[in-house]
């Protein structure tokens, strides 16, 4: 018989059994959506691939698109969680079983999305008994199986203890599915110590062990690209380059989550700005990688100007996909200020006028009045005929300038509000990176050797399985944290017994450095020690 | 220089990339390995619960893990 | 084993489109409307088309050339390397097929071509009923889960131009019958008999004095992108400027 204090049980068990009217509405907005989808997966088997917008040369569309960016999500979890287990970050504790239900459910999404984009849906097991080894997809299908097992098995671990303590705290009410349930996934749990210590060892095997097969998942999935001759994909720096971007989207789908959790399953307590600052560090450090390897992707590609090449490169940075690309590299821009200004900011200025919400949302409306103005074909006529002074270089330096305003305006408040900073700054990123997976398939589809040049719009089809997709994403993550609890019950627990004992031993220093000795003795002759 | 494709260490090579059907092979031998071992590893946690302890830890506490007092002093605490 | 592949002469395509109908004929290519085509989901198999990018001279006295583009049935296709389930592969004649029964539809040899001659099935195929009576009746098929040649293909697989390997089988067996070796200038493919211009030649590379190997000698030949490293068997000669 395992027990659980007054305040874990109320917070984070009771709320299992019980469900709102909201919950519900969830669900059905979510059926309905998927609903939906699959009735435009069913037409699209009736009629062929052709209801999508995929043609000649743009064999490739949306689906693929789908498939990196879900699989790249699923790097959230396993990938962040293990680091942390493996490094010993305690303030990992609250988080890791989101992480960890992320990858899992957007690795089935991810994989689903391969059944969108075959022709012949019917004869997908000729990949096991027809699977050729030389094929890059084997590859693929090799280690997403690996990663696929052993995050469930990941997941799966930790909630063993959790399982137990449920099944040993079931209320009277509660129906007896439940009952089953959480005894057959405790596996006989008892919380002896051989149990705990042979659990620990587990859980940091799979910790290591799952590190390698999560990198090998995003490099073989670039591999399909790079493995090909085709101008744009052939490139060594895909493998490190799509690893690094599922990672900085999984923080980001991770970040979104986490709050959205914390807010419905009321976690404040659990889930604190803690977890939101030291991930934030993360975050920055991804983005900045990112930033690092996609100006050396396109750099490259700029200086070598190779003939199939370079018009890709070109289409990108002022052609036809300009607008997915600069649209991509502002989203990312404004996520990396977004997240780092506000760290610059120093206290004592908030004190200046300029600071005040109601400031920016004024340089806001200037400056996206003035895009409109730019961008809105047609609205330049518009502009002349109002104010023939007005040549468009003034509008674009007053977007400009507005702009700025408005964003360093608005920098107090970010400061003030971290955790909505950072679902800003996810909700940027995820665009960004969706929107990367983009302008990777796309303008290279379109642009072959020895045809002209087309273009690709997804259809209807297409947009309607991304939302189901989502919607199905959402879904499978929102009934997993009504059977278990959204936080790791017992590590959450170990974590305060772990902050009991270091709040006794009274920490030494660390040992300063030469130079900084001077300045701490000084202080410390000026100031008592507190201990 | 060709590479030395009559080798028939290198054809062997080229004759488990190239045949239909090894793919498969691997994934299946692949999951089944990663089934079996976890299967294993659950079993063996599963069967920890026989041990003749009498104390029960709903959560690691310093007293479950003073019982091993080598873990101490790195990663633990 | 004789090594099939074909010389486009470039000088003497007189571009007629002749090559493109017979193939249609000949490998059952479904038709489809006007609008399914400005999509982009037209099949060609063979494909006479203006060189994308590359026109000489001033405005109005400008010139195109113009390109006529089979599978190049490369020595080392891209395509094969990538396709999972080994729906397409190269016989030890050199000939790149496609198995329509084999194929999962999953489009990555399309992707993997570099010459995007590879076509899918987009939708089920459709015909006239005036085309759709006289449909090539051959298949290619050698026992169960093999489905070759001008077969009418099901929707969500890829095909591509053969070398009109039906030519090749009815060559061997009528040779058989008549109890005697087959000799390899007994096969040619339909765009090959068709040619208006005469600027199409097929036959056995591994043979050094078939008329393709000695074309393939000349000074006018070339392949289409060498520098991929694809070392196509469709080979074309030069047109003069
Ligand atoms: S031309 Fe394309 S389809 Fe034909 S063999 Fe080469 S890569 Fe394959
Ligand atoms: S579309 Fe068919 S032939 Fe092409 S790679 Fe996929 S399975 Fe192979």
Same mark, same amino acid.
């Given at each position: ?7 874990? !049980? ?205 990198? &090998? ?13 085709? #101008? ?83 289409? !990108? ?24 200004? #506000?760290?610059?900011?120093?206290? &004592?200025?908030? !004190?200046?006028?300029?600071? /005040? #919400?109601?400031?920016?949302?004024? /340089? ?12 809105? #074909? ?36 970010? !400061? ?37 040049? &087309? ?69 410390? $002759?000026?100031? $008592?020690?507190?201990? | ?77 | ?29 479904? *038709? ?113 889960? *093999? ?80 520098? *991929? ?13």
């Amino acid at each position: 018989m395992l027990t659980i204090g007054k305040r874990d !049980k109320e917070v984070l068990l009771d709320p299992l059994y019980r469900a709102g009217r909201g919950f519900y509405i969830l669900l059905g907005v979510l059926i309905i959506i998927m609903g939906w989808g699959l009735f435009m997966y069913i037409r699209q088997i009736v009629f062929g691939l052709g209801v999508t917008g995929m043609d000649r040369p743009a064999y490739w569309g949306m689906y693929m698109v789908n498939f990196i960016f879900f699989i790249g999500i699923s790097h959230a979890g396993t990938l962040i969680s293990a680091i942390l287990r493996v490094t010993g970050a305690e303030w990992r504790r609250p988080i890791t079983r989101i992480a960890e239900a992320i990858t899992a459910f957007a690795l089935v999404v991810g994989t689903i999305q391969i059944f969108f984009d075959l022709g012949r849906p019917d004869r997908v097991l000729y990949l096991f008994t027809y699977g050729r080894l030389q094929s890059p997809l084997l590859w693929d299908a090799v280690s997403v199986t690996a990663y696929f097992l052993g995050s469930i098995v990941y997941l799966y671990l930790p909630i063993m203890p959790d399982a137990a303590l449920l099944r040993d705290n079931l209320p009277e009410e509660a129906p007896p599915w439940r009952r089953h349930l959480y005894k057959w996934l405790a596996l006989g749990w008892r919380g002896n110590r051989t149990q705990w210590l042979r659990l620990e060892k587990m859980i940091a095997v799979m910790a290591v062990l799952i590190i390698p097969i999560a990198i &090998s998942v995003h490099t073989v999935i670039s591999w399909i690209l790079a493995t090909t001759v085709q #101008p744009g994909w052939h490139s060594t720096v895909f493998g490190p380059y799509f690893v690094v971007g599922a990672i900085f989207s999984g923080i980001g789908a991770l970040f979104i989550a986490m709050t959205l959790t914390r807010r419905a399953l009321h976690l404040e307590a659990y889930i604190t700005e803690k977890q939101f600052r030291y991930l934030g560090y993360i975050f920055i450090t991804m983005s900045a990688i990112w930033f690092y390897f996609t100006y050396a992707e396109h750099m490259t590609q700029a200086a070598g100007q190779l003939a199939e090449e370079f018009p890709i490169l070109a289409s !990108k940075l002022w052609g036809p996909f300009s607008a997915s690309f600069w649209v991509m590299i502002l989203a990312m821009v404004a996520a990396f200020v977004v997240l780092v200004f #506000p760290l610059l900011l120093p206290d &004592s200025w908030s !004190k200046y006028r300029i600071f /005040n #919400p109601r400031f920016t949302l004024a /340089n806001a409306v200037v400056a996206g009045v003035a895009i409109v103005l730019l961008q809105v #074909p047609g609205m330049q006529r518009v502009v002349a005929n109002l104010s023939p002074g007005l040549p468009p270089i003034t509008l674009r330096i007053i977007a400009l300038v507005a702009g700025v305003l408005a964003i360093i305006s608005l920098l107090p408040w970010l !400061k003030r509000h971290l955790i909505d900073t950072m679902v800003i700054a996810s909700a940027l990123v995820l665009v960004g990176m969706w929107l990367e997976r983009w302008n990777i398939i796309v303008p290279t589809m379109v642009n072959p050797r020895l045809m002209p040049s &087309s273009w690709y719009t997804p259809t209807l089809t297409e947009w309607s399985l991304f939302a189901a997709s989502i919607a199905l994403f959402i879904f499978m993550f929102v009934l997993f944290f009504k059977l278990v609890p959204a936080v790791s019950v017992w590590e959450v627990r170990e974590g305060r017994v772990i902050d009991d004992v270091r709040s006794q031993v009274p920490m030494p220093a660390p040992e300063p450095s030469s130079s900084a000795r001077g300045a701490m003795r000084r202080s410390l $002759e000026e100031t $008592e020690p507190t201990y | 220089m060709n590479f030395p494709m009559d080798n028939p260490f290198f054809q062997f090579l080229y004759w488990i990339m190239n045949t239909p059907g090894i793919g498969g092979i691997v994934v299946v031998v692949e999951a089944t390995l990663i089934v079996i071992a976890v299967s294993l590893s659950l079993r063996w946690i599963n069967k920890g619960a026989d041990a003749p302890e009498k104390e029960q830890f709903a959560y690691p506490t310093s007293a479950l893990h003073h019982y091993k007092p080598k873990r101490r002093g790195f990663g633990g605490l | 084993m004789p090594k099939w592949s074909m010389v486009i002469d470039l000088e003497k395509c007189v571009v007629c489109q002749g090559c493109s109908i017979a193939c249609r004929m000949e490998n059952n290519t479904p *038709v489809v409307t006007p609008e399914l085509a400005g999509e982009g989901r037209e099949m060609r198999w063979n494909d006479v088309f203006p060189m994308p990018h590359v026109e000489v001279g001033d405005y109005p006295n400008t010139k195109t050339h113009y390109m006529t583009r089979p599978c190049m049935h490369c020595e080392n296709a891209p395509c094969i390397k990538v396709c999972p389930v080994q729906a397409t592969y190269i016989d030890e004649e050199g000939l790149v097929r496609q198995n329509y029964d084999r194929c999962i539809g999953c489009r990555y040899c399309t992707v993997a071509c570099p010459y995007g001659v590879r076509y899918f099935n987009w939708f089920a195929p459709e015909w006239n009923p005036t085309i759709k009576q006289h449909l090539n009746p051959e298949e290619v098929s050698s026992g169960s889960g *093999v489905l070759e040649g001008p077969a009418v293909r099901p929707k969500g697989v890829v095909e591509k131009c053969t070398y009109c390997i039906q030519r090749l089988d009815n060559a061997r067996q009528r040779a058989d019958a008549e109890g005697r070796d087959f000799r390899p200038d007994e096969y040619v493919p339909a765009c090959v008999e068709t040619c208006t211009g005469k600027a199409r030649f097929f036959g056995d590379l591994e043979n050094p004095d078939s008329t393709v190997s000695r074309l393939a000698k000349s000074e006018r030949a070339f392949v289409l992108l060498e520098e *991929v490293g694809t070392h196509p068997k469709t080979i074309y000669l030069q047109e003069g400027e």
